[in-house]
């Protein structure tokens, strides 16, 4: 069964753009294939080129980011040039991706649903939380606040949801 959707995906995962042999876009092209349609949007560092058709139903877009700092801007600008309309907007975590998808979702796309993966077990996890006390902590706040905005989200196991 295929599904006839476009999907806009916000990622950090670099080896989509570098590397075309890599399991990871190996991967997105069959969730490509089976929805329809699948737009990521990933970080790079600069001179990474411009959108990639990787096959009729993946379209990759590198960030080409001077500062790894201005990522989430990066990754909204990208957005704005999407032509084809978006049936849901989905990100790799409910950090920096997950900050992007809110920030796209509210500028680009406000009725469309926003769906953040969570694969990670930090939020109340002090461990985490006090290896690097200042970073982790606006990073558990921050995943808090994009949380709060998604209409779903996907996790690995019963104790990160």
Same mark, same amino acid.
């Given at each position: 069964? +295929? !599904? ?5 995906? !916000?990622? !950090? ?7 075309? /042999? ?7 092209? $069959?969730?490509? /294939? ?10 790079? %560092? ?13 379209? !990759? ?5 001077? $500062?790894?700092?201005?990522? &989430? ?25 997950g900050l992007a998808g809110v920030l796209v979702r509210a500028r680009v796309h406000p009725r469309? %649903? =926003? =769906? &953040?993966?969570?694969?990670? &077990?930090? $939020? ?6 006090? /290896?690097? %006390?200042? +970073?982790?902590?606006? $990073? ?8 709060? +905005? ?8 019963? +104790?990160?949801?």
């Amino acid at each position: 069964m +295929r !599904i006839m959707m476009h999907v806009l995906m !916000i990622s !950090i995962d670099p080896t989509l753009v570098t590397q075309p /042999e890599h399991q990871a876009r190996v991967r997105h092209l $069959f969730y490509a /294939e089976r929805i329809g349609h699948l737009t990521v949007i990933v970080y790079t %560092p600069p001179n990474m080129g411009g959108a990639i058709m990787a096959s009729p139903h993946l379209t !990759i877009i590198p960030t080409n980011s001077r $500062f790894k700092s201005l990522f &989430i801007f990066d990754a909204l600008r990208c957005a704005l040039r999407v032509r084809e309309p978006v049936d849901l907007i989905t990100t790799q975590d409910p950090y920096t991706t997950g900050l992007a998808g809110v920030l796209v979702r509210a500028r680009v796309h406000p009725r469309v %649903p =926003l =769906l &953040i993966q969570n694969h990670s &077990i930090a $939020f109340d996890n002090r461990a985490w939380l006090t /290896e690097r %006390p200042l +970073r982790n902590t606006i $990073f558990a706040r921050m995943g808090a606040f994009v949380l709060d +905005r998604a209409d779903y989200y996907r996790t690995i196991n019963q +104790r990160a949801r």
